[in-house]
């Protein structure tokens, strides 16, 4: 990913509106992506994913979108609460394949104000 | 709680000493990842591990090593420390009928080279 070096891009947003990340993906031939949730002091957490044949896929309380055309993803999340204060990353995994190289993006931090 | 568990937690090394980190995977899974993150930025692949066998390396050079082992815990050594490796480590299983892109991580193990 790129570095942004120690000043993540940050979303604050009111507890209870909906949060909106943004990612954008280096690869045209990646094929599978992944957002990922990372709190202070603890590793990423799997979110959700999406494969390059779909534009949009629904979890509890997100939603990620994928537009190709533009090699864009976002990661909606509904209801934001305070424990969705974290830094996200977008990852792609270049092959679908036993090789599960994921290349993540530089982050993005989600406050929530209460 | 990933059920995969790093050890140390935090260490120190002066420069051109050698450091091994520890990884125990989630009961399972056969394939174990590592990745470098360094501060404000996104986890970095280093390389992965299928059944004892590296199986796809990022860019890093050859002074960063690793193993399985039957049980499929993992090393990962790094020789001659350089000030730029310090960072948190992060280990990451997968396998055992989960999604592609669904990395189990540790917590990971902070170096600091001095």
């Known amino acids: 990913g790129e570095s942004v070096g120690l000043h993540l891009p940050t979303l604050s947003v009111q507890e209870g509106d909906n949060s909106i990340i943004n990612c954008a993906y280096s690869n045209s031939a990646s094929d599978y992506f992944i957002w990922y949730k990372q709190e202070s002091g603890k590793g990423p957490q799997f979110i959700i994913d999406?494969?390059?044949?779909?534009d949009k896929r629904q979890g509890q309380r997100v939603t990620v979108l994928l537009n190709k055309t533009v090699k864009h993803l976002s990661l909606q999340i509904a209801a934001t609460q305070p424990g969705d204060s974290a830094v996200y990353f977008c990852a792609e995994n270049p092959r679908m394949d036993s090789s599960y190289k994921l290349i993540f993006g530089s982050g993005t931090r989600l406050l929530v104000r209460p | 709680e990933t059920g995969v568990t790093q050890s140390p937690t935090h260490l120190i090394k002066t420069r051109g000493q050698q450091v091994t980190l520890r990884c125990s995977s989630q009961?399972?899974?056969?394939?174990v990842s590592w990745y470098q993150q360094a501060l404000g930025q996104g986890p970095q692949f280093i390389f992965q591990?299928?059944?004892?066998?590296?199986?796809g390396r990022g860019n890093f050079p050859p002074r960063f090593s690793g193993l399985q082992f039957p049980n499929y815990s993992s090393e990962l050594n790094v020789n001659a420390l350089e000030l730029d490796d310090s960072a948190l480590y992060l280990c990451?299983?997968?396998?055992?009928?989960?999604?592609?892109?669904?990395?189990?991580f540790g917590e990971g193990s902070r170096l600091t080279v001095l």
């Open positions: 591990y299928y059944r004892e066998e590296e199986n």
């Open positions: 990451a299983s997968s396998g055992g009928g989960a999604r592609p892109g669904e990395l189990f």
């Open positions: 009961s399972g899974h056969n394939t």
């Open positions: 999406i494969r390059s044949n779909m």
